[in-house]
Structures are given as structure tokens and as C-alpha cells.
């Protein structure tokens, strides 16, 4: 999209001295603001909170940082922008109460980058070793918030994500999409690496350029990609596949860059919580239902959204725990549970199923690096 000029303001000429003083003040004036901005912020959370919303609203503060990019003229870029912002409204939130976030570690994993994508590195990220102990976590009450992945748009879906969905009553309250450019990384040459380590979905969107420019190595799965690279720092002839984060924490050389297969591989991670997301206008809802195991019972269910003129997003099945061949169904369609049309869809779908649950309602994002 273009963006519209707009008049900036003019830099001062004259020599180096005098550039450094217009310098330093535009500094001091800038620390001001953001710490008025911070004021401002948390007496708008607070007041909001004794009106009955939340304290915590991470809606609002994605819905004003997504005003801020779109306000930028440049010359910093949308990137820089972003990250500004997402720190101060992360150390804004901290004024209000510490906020703690679960999600699948160690430290620059990529579910690690997507929760500092959302929540900004001044929220407490709370690394735990799978995906159901994200759920556990929050279930618990330990933390806030989780974020784990849910779909990959190589690989499809995260079963042990839907699974989850299954065993614990959480919420979805919010999606980060986040482009996934996978760095070869190791401590010495590229043409001595005879392992490559990273997690079985990383390994799987990599495999072409693997096999194209490593034919001599062998590929070792691990539980993340961030223990690969770890690996990778200890190992002779070790190489691993991982975020180029992971790399610089680990004093590793990037071998290779962007190896994925896939141009535009991106995940899709949910933000889990105990409440459900405000509407926007610009919504989805995801449910999970059971149907009868009998003929025509999944098409009689998905009549219920051509009939409502509901599109759906994304739909997958999954086995049900404990059954030999019954199955359970994820959808996500466009809308908020709240509109007239997603909620007599709803109540139609019920009529239908065994079981209906609604996962929770969240806006939309796009894709960031």
C-alpha cells in the first residue's frame, strides 16, 4: 500500500557540533515523551479496569501499535517502528503488574521470538519444555498468558496444539503470524558439516536445500531449534538449522541464510489466555466440534456455514484421544462469536454435534518478520 508524504520535519545544517546539540535535545525531548506516553498508557489501562474491562488488554495495545506503524512516514522503517513501540508498550505494562507468559523454549526458539513479537521483552517469558505444558502452565494459573504454535504453512497443523485443546479449557485471544527464515549455523565450514540438527517441522521445511547442497549429511531431529543450535556450539562437524537469534546467542557462524523451502513460510502461533478477545470488525472464531461416526453427518455440519454465508479459514481433523476411528473437528471462520450470523450458525452447528466448543474469538494479523 502507498503511503501518503507528509511534511518532515527539517534537519539542521551547520557543522558537526551543532548537529550533535539538535541531537541531544531531540533525545531529552524524546525520553520525556515516552515516559508521558507511559503515564498516559497506564492511567488509561487502569481506568479502563474500573470500568470492567481488563487491566491487561492485549487487544488494545495490538490495535495501537498497529495505528503507530501505520502513522510511520519514514525514514526508519516499518520493522524498526514496530519494535520501538512494542518495547514501550511492553515496559508500560509492567507499571500496571508484571505480566508472565508461557511458551515452548528455550530462549530464541521461535515460539521465543513470537512471544517477544507480542508481548516485548520487558513481559516475564516463562520457557517450559512442550507444548502441553504451555496449557498446563496457564491452566495452573501460573502465567497470563501462552503462546504456541498452531499451523505452519509448509507442514499444516501442530497436533499436540489442537490436542491440547481437547484436554484443557483455554482460550484463544489472539494469533501472531510470524515469517520463519531458517539460518544453516555452525563453527566451522560449511563443506565439513556432517550433521544437521533441528526440529523434525524445521528439518521438513528445509529438506530441498539439504538434500541439494548437504547430500553428505545426516539429519538429527531435536526437540527445538534452539537446542539444536546449542548443539551445534559443543559438536565437531555439527551444523544446525535455527533462528539466526540462536546463532548470534550461541556464538555460531551462519553457514548458509534463508534455506527454507518455502519463500513464504510463516507460523501461525495462538496467544492462550482465560478471556475472550473484544470485537473488532475484523475477527475470526475458532470451535471445535464431535459428530455422530454415521454417514453425511460431517456434510450435514458444514451446510450450517454455506447456510449462514460463513467462510471458513481453515478447517483440519484430528483423531479423538482414547477412540479407534472417531475424530474431532477444528475450524476457523471469519467473523466474531458475537455477530448475529456466527451466532445462529453456532446454535445450528450444536443441533447438529455431539460436542461444540467454542475456542475463543481474536482478530486478525498479518504477517511480520
Not at 508481548?119 to 498468558?145: D, W, Y
Not at 539429519?219 to 540462536?246: D, F, N, V
Not at 548458509?256 to 523451502?261: G, P, R, S
Amino acid at each position: 500500500m502507498a503511503k501518503r508524504s507528509s511534511p518532515q520535519r527539517k534537519v539542521p545544517g551547520g557543522s558537526a557540533s551543532q548537529c550533535k546539540q539538535a541531537l541531544d535535545k531531540v533525545d531529552r525531548d524524546l525520553v520525556r515523551l515516552l515516559n508521558e506516553h507511559a503515564r498516559l498508557a497506564e492511567q488509561w489501562a487502569r481506568s479502563r479496569s474500573e470500568e470492567g474491562g481488563l487491566l491487561h488488554d492485549p487487544q488494545a495495545e495490538q490495535s495501537l501499535l498497529q495505528q503507530v506503524v501505520e502513522s510511520n512516514r519514514g525514514p526508519l522503517s516499518e520493522r524498526c517502528v514496530r519494535a520501538v513501540f512494542r518495547e514501550l508498550i511492553s515496559g508500560t505494562r509492567t507499571l500496571l503488574k508484571p505480566l508472565r507468559v508461557a511458551y515452548l523454549g528455550p530462549t530464541y526458539s521461535y515460539s521465543h521470538l513470537a512471544a517477544i513479537e507480542r508481548f516485548g521483552s520487558s513481559a516475564e517469558l516463562v520457557p517450559v519444555a512442550t507444548i502441553a505444558a504451555v496449557f498446563e502452565e496457564l491452566n495452573r494459573a501460573q502465567v497470563n498468558f501462552g503462546i504456541v504454535p498452531i499451523e505452519n504453512s509448509t507442514d499444516g497443523r501442530i497436533v499436540d496444539t489442537l490436542g491440547m485443546f481437547t484436554r484443557l479449557p483455554v482460550r484463544i485471544c489472539g494469533e501472531v503470524q510470524l515469517r520463519i527464515h531458517h539460518f544453516l549455523l555452525g563453527k566451522g565450514e560449511r563443506g565439513d558439516v556432517l550433521e544437521v540438527y533441528s526440529k523434525p517441522q524445521a528439518l521438513s521445511q528445509c529438506r530441498e536445500w539439504v538434500a541439494k547442497h548437504l547430500p553428505q549429511a545426516r539429519t538429527i531431529e531435536m526437540t527445538s531449534t534452539a537446542a539444536a543450535a546449542q548443539l551445534a556450539a559443543e559438536r565437531p562437524g555439527a551444523a544446525a538449522i535455527a533462528s539466526l537469534q540462536a546463532g548470534v546467542n550461541y556464538g555460531l557462524t551462519v553457514l548458509a541464510d534463508n534455506i527454507e523451502d518455502n519463500k513464504n513460510n510463516i507460523t501461525r502461533f495462538a496467544v492462550i489466555g482465560d478471556h475472550e478477545g473484544r470485537r473488532t470488525g475484523r475477527d475470526k472464531t475458532a470451535a471445535m466440534f464431535e459428530i455422530q461416526h454415521t454417514p453425511g453427518s460431517l456434510a450435514d455440519a458444514m451446510t450450517v456455514f454455506k447456510r449462514n454465508r460463513i467462510n471458513l479459514t481453515w478447517i483440519e481433523s484430528f483423531p479423538m484421544p482414547n477412540t479407534e476411528s472417531e475424530y474431532l473437528f477444528f475450524v476457523e471462520m471469519e467473523g466474531h462469536h458475537s455477530d448475529a450470523k456466527i451466532k445462529r450458525a453456532l446454535a445450528a452447528l450444536q443441533r447438529k454435534t455431539e460436542r461444540l466448543e467454542i475456542l475463543g474469538s481474536y482478530a486478525k494479523s498479518s504477517p511480520v518478520e
